[in-house]
């Protein structure tokens, strides 16, 4: 059963972009839009770290490495969540991944980013 799809990676060169998006198609509206979100990463060898966070007021929140290059949104009619990743450099490679915070529902397939030249 999935609870979450995440969309949007690939191989991009530094300083290209990508949007990333999640969507939670078993989760009902009203148990969606209350929810603190936020897209997590977790690169080769590395634990996994919480990169951005919108709250049900949409406040954001963002890991110091991203602030100024990544953009959370979204969307509770749609049940989404969405990543703008501008400005890309290498160490921004790894697997994302969307869920609640703090995590509570199960860990989605994720949607690989790598950034090389």
């Known amino acids: 059963q999935v609870h979450v799809v995440e969309s949007g990676g690939g191989l991009v060169q530094p300083g290209e972009s990508l949007r990333l998006s999640c969507k939670f198609p078993?989760?009902?509206?009203?148990?969606?839009?209350?929810?603190?979100m936020g897209w997590y990463r977790q690169a080769p060898g590395k634990e996994r770290e919480l990169v951005a966070r919108?709250?049900?007021?949409?406040?954001?929140d963002y890991e110091e490495s991203v602030k100024g290059r990544f953009t959370v949104s979204r969307d509770n009619s749609q049940k989404k969540v969405y990543l703008q990743m501008n400005s890309l450099k290498p160490e921004d490679t790894a697997v994302y991944y969307c869920?609640?915070?703090?995590?509570?529902?199960?860990w989605g397939q994720g949607t690989q980013v790598t950034v090389s030249s």
């Open positions: 919108i709250d049900t007021n949409r406040m954001t």
């Open positions: 869920n609640t915070v703090p995590n509570k529902k199960p």
């Open positions: 078993r989760m009902i509206f009203s148990v969606f839009a209350p929810e603190s």
